[in-house]
Nanobody, 120 residues
Framework: QVQLVESGGVLVQAGGSLRLSCTAS????????IAWYRQLTGKQREFIAR???????LLADSVRRRFAASRDSANKVVFLQMSRLKPEDTGIYYC??????????????WGKGTQVTVSA
């Protein structure tokens, strides 16, 4: 099974920005819609963004004013651009293939995710 790999998470100060990346082998990223999820400290994993194959993006209400999602021009990488980060954004961020019917339901195995830590 194809493995999705997240990267880019680091320790950042509140108010800062980060760009996360999601990649996979072959044409998996270009052939599928890709969604971003996060598991905040002490909470369940939640859907936060979906990038369609054509690059159009939809973000959850909780992040839409601060985050953006996109694909690179080669359609090999899906990004999550995060700005004005808050300590409550601290958690593990994952990408996956969202179910067409329910975007909060993943269709692939979870990767390791990437840890984002926002200090006050």
């Amino acid at each position: 099974q194809v493995q999705l790999v997240e990267s880019g998470g680091v320790l950042v100060q509140a108010g800062g920005s980060l760009r996360l990346s999601c990649t996979a082998s072959g044409n998996f990223v270009s052939d599928n819609a890709i969604a971003w999820y996060r598991q905040l400290t002490g909470k369940q994993r939640e859907f936060i963004a979906r990038v369609a194959r054509d690059g159009s993006a939809l973000l959850a209400d909780s992040v839409r004013r601060r985050f953006a999602a996109s694909r690179d021009s080669a359609n090999k990488v899906v990004f999550l651009q995060m700005s004005r980060l808050k300590p409550e954004d601290t958690g593990i961020y994952y990408c996956n293939v969202p179910s067409p019917a329910m975007w909060n339901q993943p269709m692939a195995s979870w990767g390791k995710g990437t840890q984002v830590t926002v200090s006050a």
